[in-house]
């Protein structure tokens, strides 16, 4: 039973010719009749992959559901930990809630450090002199690199600082710092003093930071005055003095702000400063020593905490501890991204988000990988920026977002084929289903029909991928996740949480832990039972809906809660509502989300305002702007639609149903309006649909 998908394809066979024919074999003929939709990785391209075959990944799965103790132990032997952990128990857990708290850890009693695993590893091993990281400026002449033991060496010297400054093992850090080469060192510097650090993404506003530094209360911020992204610059610095001075108001000091200079955005001079608090880091940081002894930590020590949005208005932490997600992002790296010592990786994502941590920072350079790191936006100067970069640093992996591939597909196919490109030979997909269209584009377009998209299904609360495709493994459907990773077993339940087999159609749980599992929300162990436990006892509840097909095969179909993935960006409808709402003329406020052709979901905002206030353009104008300055400009809402009223059953609650239907004009579709207390209202809203 609990290997389902591999008994499935129970009998292998052995030394078939071309993966085509193997896995016409292993399928069968449901899926080679349907080949149209099936596309296979190249001969030559299995030939050199990690995992080549079907029947290989299907014998190291098994291995890794079957004996995880023994899977993940040769995995980790690999790894240089201070003391091997407990070798009685790689893991332990417990996941339903019904039994006891829920608790997991892998890897307990092993002393480690991941930065030491990041860097003085790769160095030992004779990668000194390997590039690092290149940073590419927004501007196209500005860039620069690193090598392993040049990055070493800025991260000492910071984690010097930070200790020389009172920063001490377990204490927190926040990072607000963009696409610079200051971030991974910064993230890497707090790993290696066994600091917490907390990134929050430079894109959020100055309450977003503030209620950040109100619930994990820093003992130093790290951020620089300004970034550029395309023409516009940036101010950070104020955005950062402006949530300081509000939490200082609400009892939380921040007494020492370290701020770089990024010249290129901004110079010193035009930065506001506060003297005592503020120091410049180009003043300090250089002067301190390139050796900093390694903090050894436990591999249940937490690493970070990373503010991701749920249903309800109030940020959660993750937090995610050392031993296990640094085994886990590793390895989840190697096999999905079928990771060579030659590859150049390129990665999107900003640091601010999980995909910047796991792979961004760690992932990566675990495997000792040269990364590309890229500081602007993606159409500056033009739309063709990504694949100049890519034939600049001859990109082999490129891991991007589903809502970049949409937004360059509309620009038209152009200003990709003006690059060469032809270093690429694998690309990722992160954020969001991939709908089959952009899949295609991407991989005929972009990747020239050579390159397998790695479509990898996972999240902030996961550490790393959980369904994806390995490359040289499997054809691929586009859209589709394809199989879990190894050791992760993931099930669909109906309502009542019983899990579904063969085709079907319901809610992604996972059964059973894997290392890179997060292990609570900070501060509130309670909410983490409650929010991914309860729901179907015995599971952690990913809240996304999931379809299997009859090859088994999964495909996501999106939040089934209160969340909002815009641009591949979780935004909680509550967050914007409780924004909305502290607008003096906005009485009421009901988010949904509806389909957007570029971000994959639009923000839709029913709006009722206070008695006797007219609708205008201006007050539109100030409730985007609410929302923009409360949690930031990617929440803007797209559309808002005025509401005399909104639709609510007899006992108050808003049915966004009807709203979600009467976003999308989906207005056949309405169902049932009887429990509503007034069914009128569905009529005024339809009528004001437009205007
Ligand atoms: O709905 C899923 C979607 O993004 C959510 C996780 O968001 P976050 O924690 O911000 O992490 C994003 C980067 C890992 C999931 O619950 N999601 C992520 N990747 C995919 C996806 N949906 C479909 N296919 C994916 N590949």
């Known amino acids: 039973n609990r290997l389902r998908h591999v008994d499935s394809m129970a009998s292998l066979p052995s030394g078939a010719g071309s993966i085509r024919e193997l896995n016409a074999v292993i399928l069968g003929e449901s899926l080679a009749s349907e080949e149209n939709h099936l596309v296979f990785p190249s001969d030559d391209f299995s030939k050199q992959a990690l995992i080549s075959s079907p029947q290989q990944y299907l014998e190291m799965y098994k291995r890794s559901i079957e004996d995880p103790s023994g899977f993940w132990s040769d995995i980790a032997s690999n790894f240089y930990w201070k003391k091997k952990w407990d070798q009685n128990l790689i893991y332990s857990e417990n996941l339903d809630v019904t039994k006891g708290d829920v608790s997991i850890q892998w890897f307990k009693g092993g002393i480690t450090n991941i930065c030491y695993n990041c860097l003085d590893a790769n160095i030992e091993s004779g990668n000194g002199d390997k590039i690092a990281l290149y940073w590419q400026g927004n501007e196209p002449h500005v860039d620069g690199s690193l090598t392993y033991t040049q990055l070493l060496h800025r991260v000492c010297q910071l984690a010097n600082f930070l200790k020389d400054n009172g920063v001490q093992k377990g204490d927190t850090v926040i990072i607000y710092l963009p696409m610079i080469m200051e971030l991974p060192i910064t993230m890497l510097a707090c790993a290696r003093i066994g600091a917490v650090h907390s990134v929050v993404f430079a894109g959020y506003s100055a309450e977003s930071l503030h209620q950040r530094v109100m619930d994990c209360k820093p003992k130093i911020m790290i951020t620089c005055n300004a970034v550029m992204r395309g023409k516009k610059t940036i101010d950070l610095k104020n955005i950062v003095d402006a949530a300081l001075l509000e939490s200082s108001q609400n009892g ?208 902030t609360e996961t550490g790393g991928f959980m369904i994806t495709p390995l490359p040289g493994a499997w054809p691929q459907k586009p859209g589709s996740a394809t199989f879990p990773f190894f050791g992760v077993q993931p099930v669909i339940v109906d309502e009542k949480g019983n899990e579904i087999d063969g085709e079907c159609s319901g809610y992604l749980c996972v059964k059973s832990s894997w290392p890179g599992a997060f292990r609570t929300l900070y501060g509130d162990h309670e909410r983490y039972e409650t929010t991914y436990f309860k729901a179907f006892p015995g599971y952690y509840f990913s809240g996304d809906g999931c379809s299997r097909d009859k090859d088994g095969y999964h495909w996501l179909t999106g939040r089934v809660d209160d969340v909002i993935n815009v641009s591949g960006h979780r935004i909680g409808t509550a967050e914007v509502e409780s924004a909305l ?111």
Request: hydrophobic share 35%.
């Open 581 to 691: 709402v502290s607008h003096p003329q906005c009485a009421e406020a009901a988010v949904v989300g509806v389909e957007h052709e570029v971000k994959g979901q639009g923000i839709y905002a029913f709006i009722t305002l206070v008695e006797g206030v007219p609708y205008s353009e201006d007050l539109r104008k100030s409730l985007v702007l609410v929302v923009r300055s409360q949690i930031g400009a990617f929440a803007a809402p797209d559309k808002i639609h005025w509401a005399p009223s909104l639709p609510k059953t007899r006992s108050g609650k808003i049915m966004r149903r009807i709203l979600r239907k009467i976003a999308s004009r989906q207005l056949e579709e309405l169902g049932d309006t009887s429990t509503l207390a007034d069914p009128g209202v569905v009529d005024q809203l339809i009528a004001l649909a437009d205007s």
């Open 252 to 459: 939380i000091t921040v007494g020492l702000c370290l701020t770089f200079e990024n010249e290129s955005a901004m110079k010193k001079e035009a930065t506001k400063w506060e003297k005592g608090r503020d120091i410049w880091w180009q003043d300090v940081v250089p002067k301190c020593s390139t050796i900093c002894d390694v903090e050894w930590v436990d591999a249940e020590d937490p690493l970070f905490l990373l503010y991701t949005s749920g249903s309800t208005g109030k940020p959660k932490g993750v937090l995610h501890t050392t031993g296990g997600y640094m085994i886990y992002t590793a390895t989840t790296f190697k096999y999905a991204f079928d990771y060579k010592d030659s590859d150049i990786y390129w990665c999107t994502a900003d640091c601010g988000w999980i995909t910047g941590h796991s792979y961004v920072t760690y992932g990566p350079l675990l495997n000792g990988a040269t990364v590309v790191l890229y500081e602007g936006v993606p159409n500056y100067p033009d739309s063709g920026r990504c694949w100049e970069i890519v034939d600049k640093y001859k990109v082999t992996i490129f891991y991007t977002a589903p809502t970049l591939v949409r937004s360059l597909m509309r620009d038209g196919n152009e200003y990709v084929t003006r690059y060469s490109r032809k270093s690429l030979r694998i690309l990722g997909s992160v954020g969001e289903p991939i709908n089959p269209s952009a899949w295609r584009w991407f991989f005929n377009v972009v990747g020239d029909s050579r390159c397998p998209i790695s479509d990898t299904w996972w999240q």
